[in-house]
């Protein structure tokens, strides 16, 4: 709780303007709020520097447009991963500006302006199929407040596409590579830059792929030494990473 | 069994140079040749262009010998894999031009000159870790009667290395790659040449390779087309398939 | 890029037939051509010998048929794979001539008459219920330039099925063994024939079969010398890799 | 408990040739005997068909002697399974007249003969290195009071040595596959003969046959339908159910 | 092919009756009769005793109803496992006399009365959600002519309900034993009777049975020596092997 | 079988009001009812304290409804869990008032009023989406006789709110800790609490969760002592060991 | 930190009998003793109800030596488990009353009575190999301050020797049960008692126990409801969780 | 290769200082030198901010002996890491200056003198048992020219150990947690910070941790947004990301 907000709350319980249960409450809010089925951490943006994210998987449409409708109270902004159409809907209707981005599965709502540093993120995707994930990446860095470079369709399969762009990929503070089926391109990448590498193993693949087990062990065991990873087809969550790092002073 | 052969022994059945229990065991041994422990399969150089092989795990060395001995009476080359130095003396005492190879773990008996054919195999290996098993796909490439051209450590990490002898690849007619880790180079061989790849996983590596898991699934899910994948560690069926592909007509 | 088409380009751009940016721009996509989210690779015949192939899977209708309506723009066959009925509709509309085969999945549009070698490959199935992996990979040698002898239905339930037609088998230059269960077909060609062989594991099967991983397991250790493997249910792989041994010269 | 021996106690006990706590003992000892670190079943013979048998791995060796000085009190043969020569040289302390297997790695003392039914039990083993295995099935199932025939290395790389034994294969009451790598030896008796198949995978193969799991899964995927599976190297387990069949009246 | 089927046909040809091709035709169709899409083993009931069986899974309505159709005119029993209400619907349509038992999801044509031994199959199922693999186990069983005994429900956690049954258990010449969850049921019965004991795990649990594994793996471990295991809800299976045992004379 | 309830039984055949066959069916029933597909075992309570609960998975809704018919007919409470509303609404024909948890997925029948300890259950669930399995576990340990509290989304991403309520859970007598995604939440109450601790996994999350996987594994190598797990998603089985333990005297 | 223990430092900090550097060092470690490799959770004793146990696995005996010397300076019980001979040798050094259990590999100084409750807990072990980790429960059990029974050898293999010790069994507060193989047990006593169980998987066994994972999906399966697991060869961990209950006043 | 170094070989070829052959080795060798068994990447420091660094495992003593013997000649730092003692020794005799740490099994030559940044890396680890790999990673990341803060046993059994020591975890650029058994402490400190977390899994633990696979899931599945992970067991790779990112500009 910032010491601003702390002490208008005061200031107006001194002056009658709020009663005890009221300020009470609020400050209590400060450090979360509880809508019985789900407590939003009202501490993230100062502990980390971003809101809470809704994680749409798992939680109905009312759930989602609750937590929502609340968090619409507070000065940041949303987003909401893995949101199905229907989610939307039911968000829509109690926030008509919100966004949804149909590849990605993402809605967005922009309230505040964050200060977005110089460098940029490249997105780097092996093949159409991964889009989705690399969208997803993308959206949430650019709430997250960076400028992001998309490249897609790069794959090792025809490894000059990836020579053709490198400048691009080099010129990134930090670099996303995005893949499924073996993963190999986050190797590749890792050997050709000298900036972070966060690799996010897609479920694109059949057979033996597992569900995106084969990218993922492959991208752990890289044999350039600059990748770290992040779970399957969690592309938020490498947004997460690559924007700490982007955002690093 | 071949028509001369079987010439031979009736010749000699009917001048009475081989009584009736001979000539019965030497067609009997013509399919195959029973030691108790083993049958030495006598037919194998007709229907498979190779002699039987010699897997020496979980064999002891004494019955190492003993298959040894009995296939120096055959007019065949003689390989045995995973061979260890004491296995290796056991043989060496009943043969002493038995040529072991101590990085392949192999012991090879030439006793007959094949017919070497122009075209040759690349065996390319990402890493020095991964020397053993190239070098026994390499070996036994060569006892079944191929020229081979060993290329060694050009791992995706330093991808250059392998563009400075891609000419030297692409030139084979068909390429093995051996690499343990992520296993990215049997991928990116596989965009860049023409030919068959035969890729070999390695055990090399450590956590989550799982023995060579990751670079197998990897092989496995190439999203370069024309690549096949052998056994974790087995330079010896990589090679089998690659003499196969070398030696068609 | 091929010289001619290069010199074409040039003279054109000379005789002012082209401006600056439209000769940049072929020239451009000589190397690879940037549809946004799919860059169409156009050096793979001349690296590989074939045209890049669309994997159906996680691209959507329009996508399919984007990438297809430019790909009619350039001299080769076109082939996609696992392409739905719906996917097949949308492409039909801008290419009436596109083909069709409902078991295998498949997209087909033959735009150039490739040589045909002399040799066959054999596609061997061990079950009915492998078909549609089977004619998966019969589709796409035969568009990859190849003759295909299919032989369905020959498992080691019934062995004598498969030396009823042995013959055809061996005759082949390289033999596709496609099976699901436990796989043990590909041991048993594998063990008979002098041909490399090429071991597709399918998802048929229940239980333990874990989606194919039993077969693909099974064909990985076969204890047969000359067998390769592809991802479970990978048709398409095996066509690619058999093609290119059955093209070489 | 035997009607007869519970009369015998009886009798002792009211001759006075017993006292009571005596008494107690014995009728207790008639269903288990409580030996502190181990509680030998002494109904299982009755219950059973068979005495209970030593599983030597994790047990110390004078844990072993103990068990095995126990057992020799009672009208029964003993087996001992997993028996190091540590192990049995402690057993031969007390009991000079045990024999020791060093293949099957088995302790066997003979105290009673038992009526051998007409069948017999085929033990076949894929290879070689098999036969540690195979020999723990064999000795198992002889002192378990069946006749068995051995028959050694006719793994399907080179499937007419299976062919030529087939005879003694199919005369047997009930079969035992004994194979590691893939397997595939159990299906293909499986689709041969007409009695009842016990599978038993082997430990033996490298890499992706992770411990016989590749077998194990070949087995029990197995599409020739009369195939059971016992678990990896358990020759022991195999030898108990083919024993419970082979005598059955 | 049995020798006077062979007659028949010489004698018919002899005769003018059949024509040289037509006679050609019915003794290759005594091997095996191939539909194109699939090869009816028609040595079957020979070799094993049990004609060949249909896997209704992965074929399509119309491949099940062209080889039922086949089979029909063959003096043999019909059964087909895992058969949809619209695969059964496809079959009634040229069988009517064809049953459909919905639980175990079988098709049965019973066109011969085959001898039935004396000795009965025990069917005990842990739970009522086992109950389709025990049917599927049950109706195999008895079209492959073996009097069949079910016991369903007598799980662990209710241990006392076994014991009520046991007698019924124990008189059986073979017990199949089918269980989900943690499997326990096959072990306690297996140290329960002198029976050769075959248990089926199903896929019935949730989280971590991951499919039917836990009971698998528990199945294949059993401390009771006298248990064999087939793969996964593979009822059918069991039947196979519990019929080639009851039927052993 | 409570011995009152015998002596009335008895009493009534002595009177005549129950003939032979009937009294036979009540003594038979007492230790558990045959419904033919399932035997509800009767005695669980006396030996278990809690009655038998109907898992609904693999049942139809008329089986369900049909056990539930007869368990009306005993003095017992009832729970169904993992009902559809399909299944509810068969049960609701014959017992209007039993309830339906839609979110825990249970249906419950209140006919005997237990008495409840003074201790209770604390269920703390790390995230919204987890509410179904943590609602399962504290209705099922209410209708088996406990009081609950419930703590909902305390997941260790922001600890601080489970700090906020630690009070509440450190006063329970046992604390139950439902979790998905990497399941952390169990070994951080496990580290603050001397209360035995039992945690769920929950199948929330994606990609490597693996089905909740993830959660489990991470549950069982706690590095906080006192932490015990049941299956993934088995809130009924967290709520019957807390139970147990609750209701200790 | 006990207000005891605070007031104590205070008053003597006062007096001068402590320096500033040296009550701000008490009242620091009061918390956690920091010996740079390790840091000594003290408040673990106030929090847990136990006091801190030292894993040794991993360390060196001389970082063990060090946590045990520092330890005895403490009030409370020393546990030390996966003790080798080795790290005995070091601890005796230095605390010659430490005492070392070799089968449960566990170093144990008695320093403090603790007062034990009435109630006791039952370790039960299905076989003699089992016996390391069931020791391992028992010693933690005692030293925690509980009374144990030990029963051990009673597998399900031959069940009526759990009913000859099933009243012993029973009336425990909290049973135990250590068992490897298929895991059974667990299921089996889960639905004989009414109270708690942990169960414990052991790595017992061959094959496809694959280092107890077989057990241990048995057990989180158990078709029992009060059944809740630790980790493979946990006793220590069954112990924390049994006391936590056998403890609760 | 850098432009000075170049116009230095040039010059001196120029004025005859070098020939012809070896001006061209030169030029080869800064793009790599093969030294038959390995390729050293000598652009790598230029492409990556870092020399090649030597992974022992898998070489001989020898092979790692010529590679350091090589690389002294270039003005790089070295590193070696997974160094037996046996390599330490073989490296010593060449480079008497060369340091070994026992705990992470690293060899460092320090030869240049790296400007340091002002931001440091926490290297944050659970328990004594992971400091192997905590070392690797801070001896690593200093020798990549990085200050570390090593904090050691702050694993979340005991939170509060971690929150004495907080200011100095969120003081870091980045931050480095080190964890086995279940690996929570990443998600939880990933929750506290606002910097990148690069979360290392250990193989510390035993039974269900398999060798790291626990701790390896839970990290990828953190619920905390901003962690990426890296193999495991892989401080090196950790500290090559951290040190990418701690010296951005």
Do not use: W
């Not at 039911?90 to 993402?106: K, Q």
């Not at 110089?118 to 199929?129: D, F, K």
């Amino acid at each position: 709780m910032k010491d601003d907000e702390l002490k208008n709350i005061l200031a107006a319980f001194k002056e009658g303007a709020l009663g005890m249960e009221a300020a009470l409450e609020l400050i209590r809010e400060a450090s979360c709020k509880n809508l019985g089925f789900a407590r939003i951490d009202n501490q993230r943006p100062e502990r980390q520097g971003r809101p809470e994210v809704i994680f749409c998987q798992g939680k109905t449409a009312a759930q989602v447009r609750e937590i929502v409708e609340y968090m619409l109270t507070r000065d940041t902004n949303i987003l909401a991963t893995r949101a199905t159409a229907e989610v939307f809907a039911a968000v829509s209707e109690i926030c008509p500006r919100a966004e949804y981005n149909e590849t990605a599965r993402t809605i967005t709502v922009r309230k505040v302006a964050l200060n977005i540093p110089e460098g940029y993120i490249a997105v780097v995707a092996a093949g159409t199929s991964d889009l989705p994930v690399a969208e997803e990446a993308a959206v949430s860095a650019e709430i997250l407040g960076n400028r992001v470079e998309r490249i897609i369709d790069v794959g090792v399969a025809g490894i000059h596409r990836l020579f053709d762009v490198i400048d691009l990929v080099r010129g990134a503070r930090v670099v996303i590579v995005v893949a499924g089926m073996e993963g190999a391109l986050a190797s590749v990448v890792g050997g050709l830059v000298d900036k972070p590498v966060i690799a996010v193993p897609t479920s694109v693949g059949y057979g033996a792929s597992f569900g995106g087990l084969a990218a993922l062990l492959a991208m752990l065991n890289s044999c350039a030494g600059g990748v770290a990873v992040v779970n399957i087809d969690n592309g938020f969550g490498a947004a997460c990473v690559a924007s700490a790092i982007n955002r690093l002073p």
